[in-house]
């Protein structure tokens, strides 16, 4: 991973977590992610114009990729919606990069050498000890089935990631895989939200349009720094740095939702900045 890939994964981070905290911040998810996925879509109609067409080979995952998406996204809701952010986006990403190592391994043949392992593993542990701690430290036990919503984002999130990592080398075009991608997967919330709420839709988000536009403009700019990545290093290290999002994460719930921060969240940052030199470690 040369600086400049640790760069754009560290800024699609920080864009990610933005964007995660402004749909959390939307009382009503539903809105909030009509607004995101439907901002995201149109920016991706913008973009296909703009870029070429993805090659053959890329469409099954491309078209994978969505359909994990919308399931991601669908998730992500529940979870948001039964539990608090500083508890729920931890254990939804903190997931994420083990299990990418693992089927980075199975089905595409990258299996990293001793160094990032143990980079993925180490910067994986401060994950979960965020994770948990976001859990012990929130002063609100979740019950189960928002921590089966958040671990079950987890691994929709760990297989849209492998599937793109494929399917955007094989596209020739990162630019356009990204643009069709946001454009084919943003249309599913906003149609399923105009089935449930009807002509009332317009009304109801029109308040939000502002924040909305703003959160699918970094979810496009977090994931497309991400897709661009991943045909620069392996898929493994790239998904447990993208995950530093969850130290931004834990910064935001403690300036903007009043969550705690406290020791063992910033012990938990050590271990991924550990981790990270890790993953760096070129011999």
């Known amino acids: 991973m040369t600086p400049l890939v640790v760069a754009a994964v560290l800024a699609a981070a920080i864009t990610h977590a933005s964007w995660n905290a402004i749909a959390h911040a939307i009382r009503d998810q539903l809105l909030s992610f009509t607004l995101i996925s439907g901002g995201g879509a149109l920016i991706g109609a913008v973009l296909a114009c703009l870029t070429p ?3 053959a080979g890329a469409w099954p995952y491309l078209l994978t990729s969505a359909a994990l998406h919308v399931a991601y996204m669908a998730l992500l809701m529940r979870s948001f919606t039964l539990g608090d952010f500083g508890q729920m986006y931890p254990i939804a990403r903190g997931t994420a990069p083990l299990v990418v190592t693992v089927l980075a391994a199975v089905f595409v043949g990258e299996r990293p050498d001793g160094w990032a392992t143990a980079g993925v593993a180490v910067a994986s542990a401060g994950l979960v000890g965020l994770a948990l701690w976001g859990i012990r430290g929130s002063g609100r036990r979740p019950h189960g089935p928002a921590v089966l919503a958040a671990l079950a984002t987890g691994f929709a999130i760990a297989g849209y990631t492998t599937v793109d990592g494929v399917g955007v080398r ?3 075009t990162p630019l356009g895989y990204i643009a069709w991608l946001m454009l084919v997967q943003g249309v599913a919330i906003p149609a399923y939200a105009s089935w449930r709420r009807g002509r009332e839709l317009g009304a109801m988000v029109r308040p939000f349009v502002a924040r909305g536009l703003l959160g699918a403009a970094l979810s496009v700019t977090a994931y497309g720094l991400v897709l661009w990545a991943q045909t620069k290093a392996p898929l493994a290290p790239v998904a447990a740095l993208r995950e530093s999002s969850i130290i931004v994460g834990a910064a935001i719930g403690a300036l903007f939702f009043r969550e705690r921060f406290g020791g063992p969240r ?8 550990v981790g990270i030199g890790l993953m760096l470690h070129t011999g």
């Open 170 to 172: 094989a596209s020739g």
């Open 53 to 55: 067409l993805p090659a």
């Open 266 to 273: 910033i012990a938990a940052a050590g271990l991924m900045v």
